[in-house]
């Protein structure tokens, strides 16, 4: 349940806007890999076109190409909504639906997929996925309560437990912390550090310490200047790029100097 992806020469346009460009990358099965880089340099725009996610802004197409284990994403036979349920995503602002109950909000994905569930299936995935995504213990009690009733540290890892429900090959994670306290923000790290046992996980932060506690990799982004395309200026092992970049421009982000 872990799949690789590649990226080759990619640049991904809002209309006549380059947003990113040029991005060769690789990813290994069964790691995390973050994204850094200062505002506006692209790393959100990218990361959703890795299940295609940009497309629901009109206008917004990509060039080059996004291979899942050597499968292009972007075939024309392929079914972006396919697509999604194997790169499943977490955004930054915890998004339960509201009025469903914890138990509900982790089964959406899978009753979206319109595969008939019984009743003990139903149970038996939203155990599986509250479990994985270190939830079961704080809601067992209360699955039938609305999701919106939970704290924002607990939305985010129902929001999680909900990705995690369709069986996805790969997580994206947009900024999955920004919006919550440190404790919640460690709980989250932690089960990132879980995730990465059984899935491909990509996340984007802006906060340079999580980058390096959760990460195998990392991906510098940057702009050359306001109105130009992002690229990635550097990728590698998070322990070396941290420690030892090969770009000044990289240096520069890291030791604060700017973004
Ligand atoms: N829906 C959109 N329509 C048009 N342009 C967009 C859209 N979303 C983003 N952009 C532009 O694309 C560029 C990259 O934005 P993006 O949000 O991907 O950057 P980012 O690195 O994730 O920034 P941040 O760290 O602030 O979230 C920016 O110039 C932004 O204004």
């Known amino acids: 349940m872990s799949k690789r992806i590649d990226v080759t020469d990619l640049n991904v ?3 006549k806007f380059k947003a990113v460009e040029g991005v060769n990358l690789s990813i290994q099965p069964r790691t995390v890999t973050a994204f850094i880089g200062p505002s506006g340099c692209g790393k959100s725009t990218f990361l959703r076109t890795l299940n295609r996610m940009h497309e629901v802004i009109p206008g917004a197409y990509v060039e080059g190409r996004v291979e899942l284990d050597g499968d292009n994403l972007y075939a024309p ?3 972006p ?3 999604r349920r194997e790169v499943g995503m977490v955004f930054q602002r915890p998004n339960p639906f509201p009025t469903m109950s914890i138990k509900e909000n982790v089964l959406a994905g899978v009753r979206l997929n319109s595969r008939r569930i019984s009743a003990a299936q139903a149970n038996e995935i939203a155990e599986r996925s509250l479990r994985q995504a270190n939830l079961w213990n704080e809601v067992k009690d209360r699955l039938n309560s609305p999701g919106s009733g939970l704290s924002g540290g607990q939305q985010q890892r129902l929001c999680i437990a909900r990705a995690i429900a369709v069986r996805p090959e790969v997580i994206l994670m947009d900024e999955p912390c920004s919006a919550l306290d440190p404790i919640s923000t460690l709980a989250i790290e932690d089960l990132i550090g879980e995730l990465k046992e059984v ?3 990509v996340i984007v932060t802006h906060n340079m310490q999580q980058a390096s506690r959760v990460s195998d990799q990392t991906a510098f982004f940057n702009l050359a200047a306001q109105g ?3 690229r990635l200026i550097e990728v590698g092992a998070t322990e070396t790029i941290f420690s030892n970049p090969t770009k000044k ?3 520069d982000y890291i030791t604060g100097r700017f973004g």
């Open 13 to 15: 346009y809002y209309g």
């Open 81 to 83: 909504v396919m697509v």
């Open 249 to 251: 421009a990289t240096e």
């Open 77 to 79: 036979e392929v079914d």
């Open 199 to 201: 899935y491909t996980v």
């Open 228 to 230: 130009k395309p992002g």
